[in-house]
C-alpha cells in the first residue's frame, strides 16, 4: 500500500525512533498520546484491520501479544498496569487503516478512562 502512514514509517521513508523492530514488528510512539507513555506496535505485513486477518496471520497474531508484555517490560509499566486497545474501523477511532495495537500506561494513581 503505496499511501499508508505506518508503512511509509516501516520503510523508512518517513523516520521515526523504534521502541522495538524485528523482521516481523516494529513498535513508536504515537504522536498524539494519551497516556503517558503511548507506543504503537505494528505488523510490517500490511492489514488493514481485524477484519482482514487471516488464519496465515495467527503467529503473527500471537507474537503481537507476546512483544506487547515485551515492551511494556521493557518501558517499566508492566508491573503498575497498562492497556492495550486495537480500533477496529472508522466508528471505532481507527484513524490509520493498518492494523495497530495502542500500548497505553505510566499513570501514577490510575488511568484518566476506563472501559
Same mark, same amino acid.
Given at each position: 500500500?503505496?499511501?499508508?502512514?505506518?508503512?511509509? $514509517? @516501516? =520503510?523508512?521513508? @518517513?523516520?521515526? =525512533?523504534?521502541?522495538?523492530?524485528?523482521?516481523?514488528?516494529?513498535?513508536?510512539?504515537?504522536?498524539?498520546?494519551?497516556?503517558?507513555?503511548?507506543? *504503537?506496535?505494528?505488523?510490517? =505485513?500490511? @492489514?488493514?484491520? *481485524?477484519?482482514?486477518?487471516?488464519?496465515?496471520? /495467527?503467529?503473527?497474531?500471537?507474537?503481537?501479544? #507476546?512483544?506487547? /508484555?515485551? $515492551?511494556?517490560? =521493557?518501558?517499566?509499566?508492566?508491573?503498575?498496569?497498562?492497556?492495550?486497545? $486495537?480500533?477496529?474501523?472508522?466508528?471505532?477511532?481507527? *484513524?490509520?487503516?493498518? #492494523?495497530?495495537?495502542?500500548? *497505553?500506561?505510566?499513570? /501514577?494513581?490510575?488511568?484518566?478512562?476506563?472501559?
Amino acid at each position: 500500500m503505496t499511501d499508508c502512514i505506518f508503512c511509509k $514509517i @516501516i =520503510k523508512g521513508e @518517513i523516520p521515526k =525512533k523504534f521502541v522495538y523492530k524485528d523482521n516481523d514488528l516494529v513498535a513508536f510512539y504515537d504522536i498524539n498520546p494519551k497516556a503517558p507513555v503511548h507506543v *504503537l506496535i505494528v505488523p510490517r =505485513k500490511h @492489514i488493514e484491520s *481485524l477484519r482482514e486477518i487471516k488464519e496465515e496471520d /495467527k503467529d503473527l497474531m500471537g507474537k503481537l501479544m #507476546l512483544v506487547v /508484555k515485551q $515492551i511494556a517490560e =521493557k518501558l517499566g509499566i508492566a508491573k503498575e498496569g497498562y492497556k492495550v486497545v $486495537i480500533n477496529n474501523g472508522r466508528v471505532s477511532g481507527q *484513524l490509520v487503516f493498518h #492494523l495497530h495495537l495502542h500500548l *497505553l500506561g505510566g499513570w /501514577k494513581d490510575k488511568a484518566d478512562w476506563n472501559v
